[in-house]
């Protein structure tokens, strides 16, 4: 059984940055794809990227793309979000996700495909 945990949220000011950790248990985790998403009180969960296991591969929401940033350290089965330029709209529980496999982006971008999640980290952006 695989356990993830996020850490690093907080509260920023608007065009500050945040790096959030996504910590699993479980040396097969560092093949995991692994996926973030948020979710803003009374609104949808939201994807906002995917790394690949080899941390070779990432894709992102168009929402984010250019403000944050994946990567991974599998020697310590951690995977990062790094997020700079942040906005008010930014402000959202943040979620990390894992996956056994790669996919296209339409599947990695949906929430239900995945396979374990982490308990999610507060953000807020003020203004």
């Known amino acids: 059984q695989v356990q993830l945990v996020e850490s690093g949220g907080g509260l920023v000011q608007a065009g500050g940055s945040l790096r959030l950790a996504c910590a699993a248990s479980?040396?097969?985790?560092?093949?995991?794809?692994v996926g973030w998403f948020r979710q803003a009180p009374g609104k949808e969960r939201e994807f906002i990227g995917a790394?690949?296991?080899?941390?070779?591969?990432?894709i992102y929401a168009d929402s984010v793309q250019g403000r944050f940033t994946l990567s991974r350290d599998n020697a310590k089965i951690t995977v990062y979000l790094q997020m700079v330029s942040l906005k008010p709209e930014d402000t959202a529980v943040y979620y990390c996700a894992g996956r056994q496999y790669w996919a296209t982006f339409s599947r990695l971008r949906t929430g239900d495909l995945y396979e374990y999640w982490g308990q999610g980290t507060q953000v807020t952006v003020s203004s």
């Open positions: 790394i690949s296991g080899s941390g070779g591969s990432a």
């Open positions: 479980g040396r097969t985790f560092t093949t995991y794809t």
